[in-house]
C-alpha cells in the first residue's frame, strides 16, 4: 500500500512540473527572436574606440490584433518606434544609435586621439536582451534586460517589465489588477517588505543602508505579474544609490487580496 502511495505521489509531482513546463514552453512558442550584433569604429584607424550593440529581442509572431498590440508596445517602450515590423525597427535603431555615436562622439575624439588615458571614454556598449514568461491568469510577462556604457564611471543597468493581457494583448496597468484606492495600502505592504528584506527596523536604518535617502517609496509601474506573487522592480538610482543595485519586492497575492480586483 505504502508502494503504491508513493508512486501516486510521484506520479502527481511529475505531473505538476510537466504542466508548469508546458505552460512556459507554450508561452514561448508563439514568440520568435530578432537578433543583431554590430560592431562599428568611430574612425577608419587601427585601434579606433568602437560602439558595440548586441540586440536580442522577442516578437509574438502571429497575424492577429493582440500580436499587433504587444509589438507595437514593446517597439515603442524599448526603441520609441511604433508600426514597424521588429526586424525594420531593431535596423532603424541601430542605425540611428551609431549614427548619434559617430556624429556626437568624432567632434571630440579629434582633440583627444592621442589621449590613451582618454580611449575609454569613446568605448560604446549596448546589449539588451528579452525574456518571456506566462503570468497570473496566462497573462504574458515580457521582461527586457538593458545594459550600455557611454564611457561613464560604470556601466549602467536597466529593467523593463510589460505584463500583457493574453487574449486582448493589451498592456496591464496597475488601475487593471488593484481596486480604486489601492496605492496607499500597497506601498504600506512595499515598505514593509523592504524593511524585512533589509532587516530595518525603521526608516533610520534604511537610510542608512541608502534607501530612500531623497524620495518616498511609491508604487512603481515597473512590476512583473507572476502566477503566485507580484514583483515590484526598482532600478539603481530609483530608490537606492547605484551601488546598492536593483531593488525587487515581492508580495503575495494572499497578502494582496483586500485590494485585488475579482478576477
Request: net charge negative; with cysteine.
Amino acid at each position: 500500500m505504502k508502494d503504491v502511495k508513493k508512486i501516486i505521489y510521484t506520479a502527481l509531482a511529475v505531473c505538476l512540473v510537466l504542466c508548469g513546463c508546458k505552460n512556459k514552453d507554450d508561452v514561448n512558442s508563439l514568440f520568435k527572436e530578432v537578433a543583431v550584433n554590430r560592431n562599428m569604429a568611430l574612425t577608419d584607424a587601427p585601434h579606433s574606440p568602437a560602439c558595440t550593440i548586441d540586440i536580442q529581442v522577442k516578437y509574438l509572431d502571429e497575424k492577429s490584433i493582440r500580436a499587433e498590440r504587444i509589438n507595437n508596445t514593446i517597439e515603442q517602450r524599448i526603441f520609441n518606434l511604433q508600426q514597424l515590423s521588429m526586424q525594420q525597427a531593431v535596423d532603424a535603431f541601430v542605425k540611428q544609435y551609431t549614427d548619434s555615436y559617430r556624429e556626437n562622439m568624432m567632434p571630440l575624439y579629434r582633440d583627444d586621439q592621442h589621449d590613451t588615458e582618454r580611449q575609454g571614454w569613446y568605448e560604446y556598449q549596448y546589449k539588451l536582451g528579452t525574456t518571456v514568461t506566462p503570468g497570473l491568469n496566462d497573462a504574458i510577462v515580457y521582461r527586457v534586460e538593458l545594459m550600455t556604457y557611454e564611457g561613464g564611471a560604470h556601466p549602467n543597468h536597466q529593467t523593463m517589465v510589460m505584463n500583457f493581457d493574453a487574449d486582448s494583448g493589451q498592456l496591464l496597468k496597475l488601475n487593471d489588477i488593484f481596486v480604486t484606492g489601492y496605492e496607499q495600502p500597497l506601498c504600506d505592504m512595499l515598505l514593509s517588505e523592504l524593511m524585512r528584506k533589509t532587516n530595518s527596523k525603521n526608516m533610520d536604518e534604511l537610510h542608512d543602508k541608502g534607501y530612500l535617502m531623497t524620495m518616498d517609496l511609491y508604487v512603481t509601474d515597473n512590476y512583473i505579474l507572476g502566477t503566485k506573487e507580484v514583483t515590484f522592480h526598482y532600478n539603481p538610482y530609483e530608490i537606492a544609490p547605484y551601488a546598492t543595485g536593483d531593488t525587487e519586492l515581492t508580495i503575495s497575492y494572499g497578502q494582496l487580496k483586500a485590494i485585488m480586483k475579482k478576477q
